[in-house]
């Protein structure tokens, strides 16, 4: 099943922002998610994604483990937590192992494992900017290559 979401802007922005929905991971999820919808930055700069202790306090979320994370105040211990995202236009991704951090102007932060999982698009062109995402990948290196010429 194909699902993909575009987002327009006007003018050149900074950073690309969606709406996202969080929920505790479910292995029986039907997809329906019926929680609140938080702020999400997409980074590709982030290996992983990221969660903020407001949300982790809101769905009373237990870690499954804890890692080292490197971000712009240096190396820290942090808490890992198993969640299912619900991306703009009802894009699932499903039982994503998070990192419990304070990523600045947002709730949460997408990052590469949730970008590599399809094609992300970013464009600005006459004063406007799209930024899109869809899944499962469907871009060729042949189709890159021709819209590079």
């Not at 590599?116 to 189709?143: A, Q």
Request: proline share 4%; aromatic share 8%; glycine share 10%.
């Amino acid at each position: 099943m194909r699902c993909s979401f575009m987002s327009v802007s006007k003018g050149r922005v900074d950073s690309l922002h969606s709406v996202c929905k969080v929920e505790v991971h479910s292995p029986n999820r039907a997809a329906n998610f019926y929680g609140k919808e938080w702020d999400a930055l997409w980074d590709t700069g982030a290996t992983c994604s990221v969660i903020t202790p407001t949300i982790v306090k809101a769905l009373n979320l237990s870690p499954v483990s804890y890692t080292f994370m490197s971000g712009v105040s240096g190396i820290e211990l942090a808490a890992q937590y198993y969640v299912d995202l619900e991306l703009p236009s009802g894009v699932i991704a499903g039982k994503v192992l998070t990192v419990e951090g304070t990523p600045l102007g947002c709730d949460l932060l997408i990052g590469m494992d949730i970008i590599g999982l399809g094609d992300f698009m970013v464009s600005c062109c006459k004063g406007t900017t799209h930024f899109g995402f869809r899944t499962p990948s469907e871009v060729s290196k042949e189709y890159m290559a021709a819209l590079m010429r």
